[in-house]
Structures are given as C-alpha cells and as structure tokens.
C-alpha cells in the first residue's frame, strides 16, 4: 500500500514542481538578461561620454539583441544621438579642412548641445584655438592671440600648463614691469627742474633788490649829487643796497644751479632718445608653428 500512496503523492506533486523549475529558469534567465543589458549600456555610455560615437552606438546596438530589451526606448535615443554627432563631427571636420575655420567651431559647439561630455570635440575645439593663437602670437598680434588662448583653455582639462604659460608670456610682453630706467629719468628730470627753478629764483631776487637800490637812490638824491638825503632815506637805502650785495654774492650759487640744470636736462634728453638694447635670454619660450604647444630656443 505504501508505494501506491507514495507513487500517486508524486504523481500529484509534479506539475508544483515544474511550475517552481519553471519559474526559477525564468528568473535567472531575466537576470542574466538585465546583467548583459547592463554591461552593454555602461560600455555604450562611457564611449559616448568621451564621443567615441561609432563604438558607442554598436553597444547601443547590442542592447537591442539582448532578450526583451529590442524596442528599449534609451538604446534607441543613443544610437540616434551618436548617428547625429558622427554627422555632425564629419561635417566640421571636413569645413576645417577647406579651410572654413568659423563654420568648423559653430559645427563642434552644436556638437556639444547635444553631448556637453563630448571630450572628442573639447579636444578638437581646444587644438583650433591654441594653433590660432599660435599663428597670431607668431604675427605678433598679441592681444587676438590671447583671446584665442583663453577660449583653448575653456575647453581643455590636459594642456592648460602650456597655454596659461604662453598666456603669461603675452602678458608680460603687453604689460612689462617698470623699467629701472624710468626711476632714473624721474630723477633726471626733477634735479633739472628744481635747479633751474632755484636759479630763477636767486636771479629774480638779485634783480628785485638792484631795482629797489636803484629806485631808493633815485627818490633820495634825484639830482645824483652823492649826497642821501634825510636819515631815513639813507638807513632805507643802505638796508636795499646791503640786500643786494647779499644777492650779488650768490652768482656762483646761481651758476652753480645752472649748469646742473643744463647737464640734467642734457641727461633727461639722452635717456628719452636712447632706448635700451633688449637682451634676449638663453632660452626664449614660443608657440610651436606646427602643432599645438611650445617650443624653446636657445639664443647665442
């Protein structure tokens, strides 16, 4: 009786089991599913985040072939987006060639509208801008050239040593340093203009005091006998002829002021007409003609 009874409990038990295998089968198919999914769509997205577009969309395409995920709306809003930014990227490229450097730029930002992380495309957008400083730096159009080297510097996260150097450059070259030589025409130019003024002055005040001498004498003996009238007269113009011979005695003093005013001046004109010799140091930073970068130079 016993196997009977056992054979008709598994008998009835049966179609429980194979619902369970069945629905265990199922899930792990769907994992492994979901798993390839995954895998397919993380490696799609790090491509497309460095706009590697054409690799990028054969994992989105892979997406598709996975079981349950073929009409999976976000593979197929990629693989359109990468279709567009290969478009869009042979068209600026080939615009860069025939030389339409505006047209390429307005064609790779467009191509950022559509993939901000595009870091394909910030290279490229960074490369143009650093040649076309270099070319501007070369024709010594320094201001431009600047402007070109911070637009590069926006775009790039691996060459901003070599542009912030070449930036530098172009700044101590439109705003150099004050140079020594300025200090001493400052000095120059003043010891002239306080000499020459103190001279003026000591010859202003002889002149006065031998005019006021001049005009006492006259009031006091109009008719130029010698003879000074009341005292009073005669102490007035003895203080005015005391005075002027206190001045007269300062025509070294004055001369003395002359002559410093005139080397000094002299010295002022020579520093104003003679510009310094540039002295070019050993090793002399510039833009690489060729591609992007600096080159040093040696000079002898």
Not at 38 to 67: F, H, I, M, S, T
């Amino acid at each position: 009786m016993k196997k009977p009874v056992l054979l008709l409990l598994l008998l009835l038990a049966a179609p429980t089991i194979r619902a369970t295998w069945a629905t265990d089968s199922y899930h792990v198919i769907t994992t492994r599913a979901d798993d390839e999914y995954d895998r397919y769509k993380k490696k799609g997205d790090d491509l497309y985040r460095e706009g590697r577009y054409l690799e990028a969309r054969r994992q989105y395409q892979n997406c598709l072939l996975v079981p349950n995920f073929e009409n999976d709306p976000y593979a197929k809003e990629q693989i359109d987006n990468c279709t567009r930014g290969l478009s869009l990227r042979q068209q600026a490229d080939d615009a860069l060639q025939q030389g339409k450097g505006a047209d390429a730029v307005n064609l790779y930002k467009q191509l950022l509208t559509v993939n901000a992380n595009d870091a394909v495309t910030k290279a490229q957008l960074a490369d143009y801008y650093e040649r076309q400083g270099n070319t501007l730096f070369n024709q010594k159009r320094y201001a431009e050239a600047r402007s070109q080297y911070q637009q590069a510097l926006s775009y790039t996260t691996t060459r901003q040593g070599t542009i912030q150097l070449q930036l530098d450059n172009i700044n101590r070259i439109l705003n150099p340093p004050p140079s020594k030589r300025i200090g001493l025409k400052v000095a120059t130019g003043a010891v002239a203009v306080g000499a020459a003024a103190y001279a003026a002055f000591l010859h202003s005040d002889f002149q006065n005091k031998r005019n006021a001498v001049i005009q006492l004498g006259q009031t006091a003996d109009p008719t130029n006998s010698g003879s000074i009238g009341p005292d009073d007269l005669n102490r007035q113009y003895q203080d005015a002829y005391d005075a002027a011979q206190v001045a007269a005695s300062k025509t070294g003093l004055f001369k003395a002021c002359v002559g410093v005013a005139a080397v000094a001046t002299l010295a002022e004109v020579y520093l104003l007409v003679r510009k310094p010799k540039a002295k070019p140091t050993a090793w002399q930073v510039h833009p690489a003609t060729e591609s992007w970068g600096l080159t040093l130079r040696r000079g002898f």
